[in-house]
């Protein structure tokens, strides 16, 4: 399937149709414009939904947030892609970027690095606790809309402007990048 929750995983992976088209990126507000599902050229939309506002309680999963944006594209034969923030850039307009993480998490002992200028939590994610639950919350993703054609494509991500792999922020001086990989995880790890 399009998902694997573990990177050593040896299942095949198969390729949905179609394999090439163009998407709607149906960010934030933009979830419930459908007005793209009448373009022939597009093939479906490209939603964009955060950890915390699916589980806000751990173990507890509200999907209606997906399920009803992708109702009508899928009923208009088009398909879906899934794209799941873990972090995000505080600084963009919509206030859920702050909290991308549900709160339970740090509740349970996971780390995060708090961002000052943007006010925004971004996690360790090399934690292992935030690991352990990050890693089942994509098993759940996968039990919920792997078996499902209209999905073609899971992108679980850290959202670029955050990944410990590129600080764009940083360049605006904030030092998020240093105070990042300084942070200790629950078990005492940091950033490497």
């Not at 995983?9 to 599902?37: C, W």
């Not at 944006?69 to 899934?82: I, Y």
């Not at 996971?110 to 925004?120: H, I, W």
């Not at 999905?151 to 360049?171: H, K, Q």
């Amino acid at each position: 399937g399009p998902l694997s929750s573990h990177a050593q995983d040896s299942r095949p992976f198969k390729v949905r149709q179609p394999a090439t088209g163009m998407l709607f990126y149906a960010k934030s507000h933009y979830m419930q414009n459908t007005e793209a599902i009448k373009n022939p050229y597009i093939i479906g939309a490209f939603f964009q939904i955060y950890w915390s506002q699916f589980e806000k309680e751990n173990g507890v999963y509200d999907w209606s947030l997906l399920d009803n944006a992708m109702k009508p594209w899928t009923d208009a034969g088009k398909k879906v892609v899934l794209r799941i923030f873990w972090s995000a850039n505080g600084a963009w307009p919509d206030p859920i970027n702050k909290t991308p993480t549900p709160k339970w998490v740090w509740d349970e002992g996971a780390k995060f690095c708090f961002d000052e200028p943007t006010q925004t939590e971004i996690p360790l994610m090399w934690d292992a606790i935030y690991k352990k639950y990050a890693f089942r919350v994509i098993d759940e993703l996968e039990k919920r809309y792997d078996s499902n054609e209209n999905v073609l494509l899971f992108d679980i991500t850290p959202g670029g402007e955050t990944s410990p792999y590129r600080f764009s922020m940083n360049r605006a001086g904030s030092g998020l990048q240093a105070r990042f990989q300084a942070m200790e995880a629950s078990d005492g790890t940091k950033y490497s």
